[in-house]
Structures are given as C-alpha cells and as structure tokens.
C-alpha cells in the first residue's frame, strides 16, 4: 500500500454452496484455488462498482487483501459436455494455413470439460484501502450495479456478504475476527476440541516481502487484454475467537496440529 | 436508462425419482452443502431448459436461434425480401458476413462455432442490401466488397440483441465487440435436504430367447435420486435494458418471459425413463433496488422429513426471507408469490401463514407475472 492517510478494513464474508477461484485455468479445464485470487475479489469490487470490463482497475489492484480461511470446504468436480446439435463432428482446436479449424480426426462427437469448484466454504476476505475509497466500495457491494459472484457467475453468494468495516492493521483485523461458520459445525468441532476458545485459521496476506507468489494480480480485465501479474504473499495462522467457553476439568483443546479441524470433521 | 435493479426468482420444486443432470458416472450431480450431500442440478443444464422453453414463447423475430450457418440463413432472408437468385444472393450473403471477419468453418457457408444470433438482427443485415440486391449481385467481387464496405453490418450484430442473447449472454472468442455479458445470473438448483444415490437395478429380458437358455438379455443399473430442489435466478434489469439498447418495454417482455420459462422449464435428461417433469410448489419473485438476496442459507441446515419435505422447505425459506428482512432493514419493493399450499387442508395452515406472512397471499401465475410487470414500470417511472 502506497496510499497516504487512514486506511480502513472492509471485511466480506465469502460462503456460497460453490465458489470456484481459477488463476491460470483456461479451454477444457477449469480449476479454483483452494482460497479466493485477488482477481476474483478485485472482478468482484469492480463489478459491484459497475465497471465495465475495459475500465482500468489499478486502484482496486493496489487495495491490500487478506484472506482467512474460516472453513475450507472440499473440492467438486463437475463434468460438462459440449456437442453439435446437429450430429456433426466437432471442430479440432488446431487450424490450417488459413487459419481455419479443421474437424476433429478421427471424429469427435462430444467435447468434454471439467469444471471445478469448491463447496461448502467460507472465506472471510479484508481488502485495506484509504477510508473514503473503502467507504465507496463497501457502499458498492451492498448496492452492486451487476449480480455478483463467487469467482464464477453460478457461484452465487449467500447472504451476509458485506461484514463492514474494521479499523486497525489487516492482520489484526482478520485475527480479532469470530469464527464464521454455522453453529453445528462449531458445536461438532468445539465436541472434539474441548470447547476450546480459540481455532487456528490459515491466512494468507498480501506483503511484499513474503515467501510465497501469487500469479493472480490483474493488469487488465478487458476481453481483448486480459493480463495478470504476480504478487508475494505471506502465509500464517490466526487464532480466532470461536465464542465456545471451554469446560474447566477438560484438557482446552487438542493442543497440537489438527488439519481435520478447519473441515469440521 | 434504469438505476440498481434486480428481479429475485426463488422457487421450490420437487422432483420425484429421476437423473435429470448426470456425471460422467452417469450419477446425478450432488453438492455438499452444510456437510450434508445434496442433489444438484447445474445453472448451465437449467438454463439450457429453460432458453428452449424461453424460444418457444417468443415471436418469431425476436428468437435467438444458435447455429453456424449464418450465412445461408441471411441468404434466405435477402432471397425472400429481393427475389434474387439463391446463388447470387448466398454470395451477397458472404460477401456481407466477412465484413465480421468471423472464422469460417469447414463449408464455406459456415462460421467455426455456433453463434447466437437473434433473427432480427440478421433481418436488419439483410435490410442494408434490400434496395440495391440487384445491382450489387451483377457485380464483380472486388467493387462489390469495396461497395460493401461501408455497411454498418458489425453495428447490427452488436445492437438491437435478440431477448435471448440479452438475458443469457454471448461469447465469440475471437471478435470481443460482439460479446454480450448475460442479464441473469443462475445458481445450481441444491436440494433443500440431505440425498442418498440410489441405484436401480434392472434386466431386460429378451423376447425371442429360446427355450433352454436362461438368464437376462442384459442387465445394469441407472443411478437417481428424489429431490426438493431450491433454484434460484437474479435478473439484473439495468444491464437487461442496456443490452436491449435501452428499450424498456423490450426488457419488461424479456423479464416476464424469463420468469414465466425459469418456471416452467425442466431439463430433459432421462425423461423417458422417469417422467420427471413437474411444476414448482412455490415461485417467489422479489425486486430489489440494492442488492440480490439468494436465500440458500434457508436449507444450510439440511430439512429433514417429517410429513414430507416440501412444507418444510418453503417454510424454511419464507422464515429466511422475514429473518433477513428485519435483520439487514433493507425492505424490498415489491414480493409476491404463487404456491400450491392450500390453508383447508391438515398441516398446512402453518405453512400457508408462512408463506403469506413473507411474500403476502398467493396469487394465480398470471397474476404474479402482471404483478411484477406493473410493480417493475413503476418502479422505473419513479426512478426517471
């Protein structure tokens, strides 16, 4: 962040029954990411702002985001065909000299495409910027001027979206944040963890100097001059509120590395 | 040109035993939602159902066919409106349609992919020649393309959008201009309820068997599912309009046609072997001038059976809907509903207030479409 002044946090809440975040999927198949891209949330923000696809989307770009994965749901693969309704054989991807396509040899009929995407999740999503333009923005989604999207048009959100803003560092902001997630997935997890107070949630975070790359910044949304950059991302954990009070003679929680938690298993 | 404005569709269908979308296993599609297993039934399949159903309600020269031979189908309308040869007019045609530069396909009359295009559209294309067809077609292919060159041909592929494109989208990979981002926005049906996959098992006999041999001719099974589908649609009207250039009345027609097809549409998949099709128990539409609600957060927590689902279930989402009204204090313009839940009959007088409590008293189909045609012209007259 480069801006001058008070920044403030907006927080969103991303859960949906699919959601589906591809970096670098193209043609047949088309991937997520097990946690939100910036290029989703930024298409996101823009969308709710009504930009259109060649409008420029530097400012949004340069917003820092954090993401934490409250729950991190599993992947679904979903299998797609395509076909000719007339009976024909479909086209080859490959051209000839004129750059015309040929038809597929030996013919085929039925083209299929997987299509990934993740269900049963939720991602709490803080995007750090000056506070008027973060004002605007939340004004935006909750007021969206197209129908917003979890990464893919099907992938519609579930309602609360926005959480509001938050004052404070990012990190401290996702950290304070309470668990969301329903109350069965608390009580089934609080079961096998003693009612612990706090859960460890993965956050991944925008920061120059981190250890990790990202190739999902976006330069360009516009259809002809799609382009994405890389950016550095730090990985760490959080030890969020999960509003549990944990019973006194029990042992407060598994006290170790439990990856079966963030499932709810 | 209309401000933040969008038409919520929220219906509960129940569909008996049936795979309407299937996998590669050949297994319906299922979803986990709230940690439980869900049918599910993909936004592409039902919107497939429902733009079929939507072109067999709409005028002639407002369908949207998809098809790769544009070429021959501008030749017919030039043949019809000049009387010219066939072949002189396919040429005219050509001649037309590479000033789009669209790839062509195998046959020279073909583009490379299916285009979505609306018959008014190719009606105005073959317009621009009408009073000179002749002329033209006497011409070498040189002066004639120079003759052509000038034609706003593009301009009338990216205006004047047949109501299917509008609503539901076009992508042409490599001639962005004519890219049209849909209006509606649809979700993949879930079921409200947790599902189990279950498998029938079945062998065909062979009629002309001979006496000694025994045993089935064939046998294999067919994996379905039963499912109280929770399906919900956004209309977003302000694109709607702007991709109908700006014509309201045209959107207000696409609107309502969109509504009355998302309803009645089911898809087809293995139709002959379980006679699907039903008619949903509940269509709720809400309009919204901040945001679209999708209220799939009512069946989180998997309905569970006690007299059947399906109560249950509009139940469930009419107490979301009025939870998240007093909740967020946004309240709606406009909400109506059509139900198959009648207050005489035992058990259902709960779920008759319910659902009059959170979107008033149901109100025959017809009634709703009008309703929500008057209610969203209102709402544009007041907004200017």
Known sequence: ?265 | MPQRLFIDVHIVQTVPPANVNRDDQGNPKEAVYGGARRSRVSSQAWKRATRKHFDTTVPEPDRATRTRRLTSELAKRIVRDTKLERDKADRLAGALLTRLNLSQGKKASDTAYLLFYGNAQLDTVAALVSGQAHDLAALDDEKLAAELKDLPVADAFSTGHPVGVALFGRMVADIPKLNVDAAVQVAHALSTHETQLEFDYFTAVDDKTEKEETGAGMIGTIAFNSATLYRYATVGFAQLADNLGGDTEAALDALDRFVDSFARSVPTGYQNSFAHRTRPSLVAVVVREDQPVNLVTAFEEPVVSEAGIQAASVRSLAHEYAAARSAWGDVPVHAAATHTFASGKPGATETVEALTEAFGTSVPFDELRSGLRACVSAVLEAQG
């Open chain 1, 1 to 265: 962040m480069t801006a001058t002044g008070p920044t403030t946090v907006l927080l969103l809440r991303l859960a949906g029954p699919l959601q589906a975040w591809g970096d670098r999927s193209a043609f047949n198949r088309r991937e997520t990411r097990p946690e939100p891209t910036k290029s989703g949330i930024v298409g996101l923000l823009a969308a709710a702002a009504g930009r259109p696809r060649h409008a420029a989307i530097d400012d949004l770009a340069g917003l820092g985001l954090g993401i934490r994965v409250d729950q991190a749901g599993s992947l679904l693969r979903d299998y797609h065909t395509v076909s000719d309704y007339r009976g024909r054989p479909l086209l080859a991807a490959a051209v000839n000299a004129k750059g015309t396509q040929r038809l597929t040899g030996p013919a085929k009929y039925t083209h299929i495409t997987q299509r990934f995407y993740l269900q049963d999740a939720v991602f709490l999503a803080a995007i750090e910027g000056p506070a008027h333009f973060i004002t605007t923005l939340e004004n935006a989604v909750r007021h969206p001027a197209f129908p917003l999207a979890l990464g893919r048009r099907s992938c519609v959100p579930a309602q609360p979206l926005v959480l509001g803003q938050r004052t404070g560092p990012l990190e401290e902001v996702l950290r304070a944040e309470p668990w969301h997630v329903t109350d069965a997935v608390r009580k089934r997890w609080g079961r096998r963890n003693g009612n612990a107070a706090h859960v460890d949630l993965p956050l991944t975070l925008d920061d120059p100097a981190g250890d990790d790359t990202r190739e999902d910044l976006p330069l360009s949304f516009a259809p002809t001059s799609r382009a994405y950059t890389s950016r550095r991302v730090r990985h760490t954990y959080a030890a969020a509120p999960t509003g549990l009070t944990p019973h006194p003679d029990q042992p407060p929680s598994t006290g170790g590395h439990d990856p079966f938690a963030l499932l709810g298993w």
